[in-house]
DNA sequence: CAATATAGTTAGAAAATCAAATCATATCAT
DNA sequence: ATGATATGATTTGATTTTCTAACTATATTG
């Protein structure tokens, strides 16, 4: 148990540290020597995209939820992404205080950018692992994120 | 694989939505009806605290690279918990240009009680697996944090 | 030993965040 | 129905966190 306390969290900030080396990573690239601005997204707005991405069409609240900040935050992150036009704001149709937020073409685009880095780490993963492990490992995380997340 | 990349992903967002939440609750506790600040740590100081808590003494460089932020960050983040008392800077013997930093008695204190969270979650998780998945499940992190992080 | 690399710090500016107040719309209890 | 309460989103003003770039000190390398 407190094994299995210490592998987890050791996991989580694993992964932490290299999602945000990716994501500073994939701001910047090389061009004649030098190294210059590659997108126009810092990291909260590459996090709300990685969201967005990930569950679709959501409305604020739960962006915000997702991304773990007030909704006051998430007012600002979603203001930009949408005048960087990587995201929209739809009125609701049930709830005419509901925005549902969802990515542009070019979110969608960002979006797929990002995620080709995390197959990159998927495939890391699994080369550690058999077969077997694999198919377990995979089985688990769906039982945990369906029950807990 | 694009399985496995997106459960893997869930899984890490959860954590890191469950964690941010925990980190701000515990710093907040309701006294006669009313909130107030229990702990004197913010968000980042909890984390380096957290870092500094399972890996041990390290230097600057690394703390940095455990957060996912520059080395001018990290300085600024461990002025503050040094003068709050709860991690301590030590010359290294080896490399007259390095620090290495450590928590204080204090500092291991309130590791101690943000790892009783971890622990909370730990048990939620292995409430949804069965024995056999739960020792799966350790190996195969083992596994991964021996050679990946 | 000079040139280059590395660890850490500092300074100034920009980005991210929060809490609280506010607005508009929904829901609930009577 | 309607007044009271709850909820989703925004705004405001302040604080916190972070970055980049320049800098200092020490190590390493050709």
Redesign the interface.
């Given at each position: 148990?407190?094994?299995?306390?210490?592998?987890?969290?050791?996991?989580?900030?694993?992964?932490?540290?290299?999602?945000?080396?990716v994501i500073r990573a994939s701001d910047l690239t090389v061009w004649e020597s030098s190294v210059i601005r590659a997108s126009d997204l810092t990291v909260s707005e590459a996090h709300a995209i990685?969201?967005l991405g990930?569950y679709g069409q959501m409305n604020m609240k739960n962006v915000a939820?997702?991304?773990?900040?007030t909704t006051g935050t998430t007012t600002v992150t979603i203001d930009r992404l949408e005048r960087k036009q990587y995201a929209k704001r739809e009125l609701s149709s049930q709830d005419r205080r509901v925005y549902l937020i969802s990515l542009t073409e070019k979110g969608l685009q960002a979006y797929e950018e990002h995620?080709q880095f995390?197959?990159e780490?998927?495939?890391?993963?699994?080369g550690?692992?058999t077969e077997e492990?694999?198919e377990?490992?995979?089985?688990?995380?769906?039982?945990?994120?369906a029950?807990?997340?």
């Amino acid at each position: 148990m407190e094994d299995l306390t210490q592998e987890l969290f050791r996991f989580f900030n694993g992964f932490s540290s290299w999602e945000s080396s990716v994501i500073r990573a994939s701001d910047l690239t090389v061009w004649e020597s030098s190294v210059i601005r590659a997108s126009d997204l810092t990291v909260s707005e590459a996090h709300a995209i990685e969201v967005l991405g990930q569950y679709g069409q959501m409305n604020m609240k739960n962006v915000a939820m997702k991304l773990g900040v007030t909704t006051g935050t998430t007012t600002v992150t979603i203001d930009r992404l949408e005048r960087k036009q990587y995201a929209k704001r739809e009125l609701s149709s049930q709830d005419r205080r509901v925005y549902l937020i969802s990515l542009t073409e070019k979110g969608l685009q960002a979006y797929e950018e990002h995620h080709q880095f995390h197959s990159e780490l998927s495939k890391q993963v699994l080369g550690t692992l058999t077969e077997e492990e694999s198919e377990q490992l995979l089985k688990t995380l769906q039982k945990i994120n369906a029950e807990i997340f």
